[in-house]
């Protein structure tokens, strides 16, 4: 019923869109703006599919209406390079795949905020970010060893 | 989600100014991690949404100076109040509150003026602000009041708050000196899901051991938070043995009005508000 300009950095590069009110983020990044390694899995903000960095702190882009980043910087895999990267794949940091972008931009959010976290630190911050191949060890694994790669 | 009309006041009189106005369907967002998910599955639909988030000035946490209270502002986020020296300062286990609801993801967005005037029973934060004797203050156009969060809630998802009123703030006041307080909440599944009971309590002893203050409040246990008055009195002027506990463990199971649900029956929930009333109040004994 109104539509709105939105205005922020995606991955350090400018987006300036109209959405109407109703627009959730996540659709605006992969249906709009065709960044689809962000995915949209239990849209009821449980399940971490979806995570993103909006001005650094991890957030469930299906709770976020595309007019709540206006004037933000949002981050999301495709802007991602990060040691965190090649750990996962050195450590076996996923199977299937779906939950890997939303694990990495929550796993990035934590090293930034905490260099230092411990393994403790880790797995209460990623409880959010649920595999459903059931490998958390493996996840927590190639965080642990970016964490030294620091 | 349905089509609605999204206005983003600049200034808290703005804000006030556009709820003045026929308010018939619109609706006040916070953070909107509940709003929003109500809204996906149509479960409310508002003709117009007032989204909050220019407001800085409502995400202020300050400590009121020597005596030692607090104000929260409304937008503060649950991760901003889990982090804050204040809340940590003046209640440990307020801090902590705010630390363990859901995920690192909802604590960014959600805040304490959402989580209240959104008044889910099963929450936690409106739990432990109930036993630190919070009070909501709400404004409108042309007046403020002040709301002891008892009066605050109403019913499932109902408060007292006007159409034309915003919850702009939390005040608690200064603790009772040596006050000890702590907030548990009984999780059967998932660390992130919502308790299926929870227990905040506050105690003051004075020098021979004797309660001078106590305060118990439940979550999940009611269509509300609740008080459990009986069960504080009965502490009051005694040593806080293990018979005084067990005496205010049964008041306060006594005093909740659970539903069934996905998370326990109401009988199983009305015996786990005495469990783990009688841990809480162990704790801070």
Redesign the interface.
């Known amino acids: 019923?109104?539509r709105?300009r939105v205005r922020f950095s995606l991955n350090g590069a400018p987006v300036d869109v109209t959405v109407?009110?109703?627009r959730?983020l996540v659709d605006l990044l992969r249906d709009d703006l065709r960044k689809t390694g962000t995915k949209d899995g239990c849209?009821?903000?449980?399940c971490?599919l979806c995570?993103v960095q909006v001005d650094g702190?991890?957030?469930?882009a299906c709770?976020?209406?595309a007019?709540?980043v206006d004037g933000t910087a949002v981050r999301t895999v495709e802007g991602l390079s990060s040691p965190l990267q090649e750990a996962f794949i050195q450590e076996g940091g996923f199977q299937c795949g779906i939950c890997t972008s939303g694990q990495l931009m929550?796993a990035d959010?934590l090293l930034r905020a905490k260099p230092d976290a411990t393994s403790a630190e880790i797995a209460d911050?990623q409880?959010?970010n649920l595999c459903r191949c059931t490998g958390y060890y493996g996840i927590a694994r190639a965080i642990a060893t970016a964490r030294s790669m620091r | 989600m349905r089509p609605f009309e999204y206005r983003e006041p600049d200034t808290l009189d703005e804000a006030l100014a556009l709820l003045g106005e026929d308010t018939e369907d619109t609706l006040v967002m916070a953070g909107g991690t509940s709003l929003v998910i109500l809204m996906k599955q149509e479960l409310i639909r508002p003709a117009r949404v007032i989204g909050l988030r220019r407001l800085a000035q409502l995400r202020a946490i300050d400590a009121t100076g020597a005596v030692g209270g607090l104000r929260l502002g409304a937008l503060a986020t649950h991760g901003a109040l889990a982090r804050s020296d204040a809340v940590r300062t003046h209640a440990p286990a307020l801090a902590a509150t705010f630390a363990a609801v859901a995920t690192v993801r909802i604590r960014e967005q959600a805040t304490i003026g959402g989580s209240l005037a959104h008044a889910d029973p099963a929450q936690d934060p409106p739990v432990t602000l109930l036993a630190l004797d919070g009070v909501a203050v709400a404004m409108s156009k042309d007046r403020a009041r002040r709301i002891p969060l008892e009066g605050l809630f109403v019913d499932v998802f109902e408060t007292s708050l006007e159409p034309d009123e915003l919850l702009v703030r939390v005040e608690l006041p200064p603790l009772p000196a040596g006050s000890r307080v702590t907030y548990k909440k009984f999780l059967p599944t998932t660390l992130d899901d919502y308790a299926t009971v929870s227990v905040a309590a506050v105690v003051a002893t004075d020098d021979a051991g004797a309660c001078t203050h106590a305060r118990i409040a439940l979550g999940g246990a009611g269509p509300v938070p609740l008080r459990a008055r009986d069960a504080e009195r009965s502490l009051l002027g005694r040593r806080l043995d293990d018979a005084a506990v067990r005496e205010a463990a049964a008041l306060a199971a006594a005093a909740t009005d659970p539903m069934s649900d996905l998370r326990g029956s109401a009988e199983y929930k009305r015996a786990m508000a005495g469990v783990w009333t009688a841990r809480a109040l162990r704790e801070v004994a």
Do not use: K
């Open positions: 019923m109104s709105h109407p009110a109703e959730l849209s009821v903000g449980v971490g995570t702190a991890p957030l469930s709770l976020l209406l007019t709540q929550a959010a911050w409880m959010g």
